[in-house]
């Protein structure tokens, strides 16, 4: 999702500043072949260890990190309908098809749980629902708009709910455990992606829904950067990778609010942001790399 996001951002500021260089399409073959690799050994995991995933199914946390296989095929689907639409929607099709099984199987398992506590709940909760509100994102131009009116509606509402019961975890109960705090970056993702898949359904106008959209995004940024020495801090946990699709969103929505408005604000945040989610990913990869070879990371719980 990470890669997903850094590569839409990349391919939306190669528009923006006029480049002639095009890394969005390297990074796009990366991103592909990242996913295939990642996918396959999880199919492995599957094959010698079916309890495992079982047990992940119906685990309160670990549950909600299952849509991002569909999610990170709605995002590939999205970087790639600039260069080959009919690959593109192959990829959307699968992808969306997937995530609404998942958000259906999740929200079963949620309303019929009898083991969650307040304590469980944390900002990747939004993962498997929230999710939904990406799909108009590319669904626009491969069905019709009443489809992904239909995704956006579910990802909308169920933002909302969940927005209000994670404040009120966070201000009542006790604080996230550091594994997890990474993912209250997740917060920025919502209404990041939410705006652009407005302006998607809308027909690009950027209206007063659009930009209350953008600007809730913007300013849980603010919020979130204001704490970096907190984050900083942190033993290095896989959750951290949490940081990057959230700011690749905020990063194109910023940057696409150049392209509506030409203020040079928004042309010098959007290149600042791009240029600390390329610092930020290029991070993550090499903390990822030597934590695999410390084998620190898939550790048991």
Known sequence: MGLAGLTMALHRAESVFAMAFRPSILLLILTVLT?????????LKFIRYPERVTGELHHPVKLNFFPTISIG???????????????????????TTLHLAFTLYVLSVWVHHTHFEINHMNPAWFIPIVGNILVPIAGV?????????????IGLVFWM????????????????????????????????VGFLSWLQLNGGELDAFARVLYYTALFLTMMLLTQARRFVNLEFFLSWWAYSFPMAAITIATL??????????????????????????????????MAVKRHEICLED
């Open 35 to 43: 996913f295939t690799i990642l996918a396959g050994i999880y199919l």
């Open 73 to 95: 095929l709605i995002l590939i689907s999205s970087a790639l309908l600039p260069l080959h639409q009919p690959s593109s929607l192959v990829v959307w099709t699968l992808g």
């Open 141 to 153: 131009e491969h069905a019709s708009p009443e489809i992904s009116w239909f995704f956006f509606s």
């Open 161 to 192: 709910v969940l927005l209000t019961i994670i404040f009120y975890r966070m201000f009542f109960h006790q604080p996230l455990p550091n594994k997890l705090l990474p993912t209250l970056f997740i917060l920025i993702a919502p209404p990041g």
């Open 256 to 289: 696409t609010m150049y392209q509506f408005l030409e203020l040079a604000f928004f042309r010098w945040l959007g290149l600042f942001l791009l240029i600390a989610l390329i610092l930020l990913i290029a991070g993550l990869v090499v903390r990822t790399v």
